[in-house]
Structures are given as C-alpha cells and as structure tokens.
C-alpha cells in the first residue's frame, strides 16, 4: 500500500483558496488518488478521486503532476463549515481504505 | 442522493455482551465495508464483503467480529463478547463494483462504548 503524507495542519481564512498538497512517492500504477473529508464524530465524506492530471467537482479539484508522486487538493473560496479533517488516500487492488492522520483544516473568520 | 444509514447512533454495552450494528448500504452497491475509529485515533479498515463473503479482513477482525446481510437491505456487525478496547465508532461503507472508479460512501457512524 502507498504511503502518503500530508500536512497535519493548515489555518486558513475565510474566502480564501486551500491547497492542501499530500505526496505519495510509492504510488503504484494501477493505484488512484481519493480525498476525503471528515467532520467530528461523523464518518469520511468523499469529496474527489483522480488518477492523472487535473479533476474538477462541485466542490474542490484535485491537480496531479505526471509522475504521480504527489496531489493537490484545492478548494475555491472556503467557508467556516469547511473546517474538517482532510485525508489524502491511494488506493489500487486492495479494497481497503488506508487512513492516514490526514490534515486538520481550520477556518477562520 | 442515496446514502448509507447505520443503526444504532448511539450503543452503551457492559464489557462480555454481544452487540449487533446494523447498516443499510446504498441500495445498488455490491460491496459492503466496516471500519472503526477509535476516539482520537485514525479510520481503521475491519473487513470487506462481496456475494455474500468476506473478501478481505485486517487483523483487528479476529474471532469475536463477525459480518452478514441477513436480507437484502442490511448488512450487520457483530462482536461477540465486548471488550473495553472494543469502544469506537464503527462506520459502514459501501461501494458500486470493483475496479475502475470506485467510491467508497460512508454512513454516519455508531458510537460503541464498552463500559
């Protein structure tokens, strides 16, 4: 399984662009690029998943460079209810889902 | 939107009693998933279940974890003799089919305390 890493914590404010960036230098080639949110005391929300280049949603888009060894999570213009936990996962031919301790985003006013 | 829900939110057991969780997967997945989390803790994968099998089982999943869809609709944890350590959130999930693209969707949670 690949490991990633990825910021513990990031403050940002209101209004403005998050990018959180993970690497994961052992990504395999079958493997994809998921993010997931989390709020206190309520289960991982999926937010966005890639494999190469650029995915855009309602909600965040996902930037990944050619080699693959690293992803960016980015979300437009964030809010107060924003604030969450975020984890960057890379998943393949194992169905589980390896949590990490993911990136504790705070928003501030 | 179709989402999963988990029964009960809330579960207080004595340590040695037998708890069963309950999960209502989205209604056109095939693939059913238990994780926990202990408080403060990461998301810990359990077990993964396919046409009515377990398909993959972490090492936390030992004898006293057991998983069935009894009917159509759920999809039930249960742990046979509750220990302490058994205290967490415990989250089902499910997922459209294998490969390509596949999200896993999570419910809500139930909060499991082992007094």
């Known amino acids: 399984l690949a490991k990633t890493t990825q910021p513990i914590s990031m403050d940002s404010y209101e209004g403005q662009e998050v990018n959180i960036t993970c690497s994961h230098n052992n990504i395999a080639t079958n493997d994809y690029i998921t993010w997931y949110q989390q709020f206190p005391s309520q289960g991982p929300r999926f937010i966005i998943q890639?494999?190469?280049t650029k995915v855009t949603n309602e909600v965040a888009s996902l930037f990944i460079p050619a080699d693959r060894k690293s992803s960016t999570l980015s979300l437009p213009r964030v809010s107060l209810s924003d604030t969450a936990v975020y984890y960057c996962l890379v998943w393949g031919s194992a169905r589980q889902l390896t949590f990490g301790s993911g990136t504790q985003l705070t928003v501030l006013p | 939107e179709p989402e999963v829900t988990q029964t009960p939110s809330h579960q207080v057991t004595q340590m040695g009693q037998e708890v069963i969780l309950r999960c209502v997967p989205i209604s056109n997945h095939l693939y059913f998933y238990w994780y926990r989390q202990i408080l403060g803790q990461k998301v810990e994968f359990l077990v993964s279940?396919?046409?009515?099998?377990?398909?993959?089982k972490s090492e936390i999943f030992d004898d006293q974890f057991s998983v069935e869809r009894p009917d159509g609709s759920n999809f039930t944890l249960k742990i046979r003799s509750t220990k302490l350590e058994d205290s967490a959130m415990y989250f089902c999930a499910s997922s459209s089919r294998k490969g390509v693209d596949e999200t896993q969707y999570f419910g809500p949670g139930t909060r499991l305390l082992v007094l």
């Open positions: 890639g494999y190469k």
């Open positions: 279940f396919y046409n009515n099998e377990i398909s993959e």
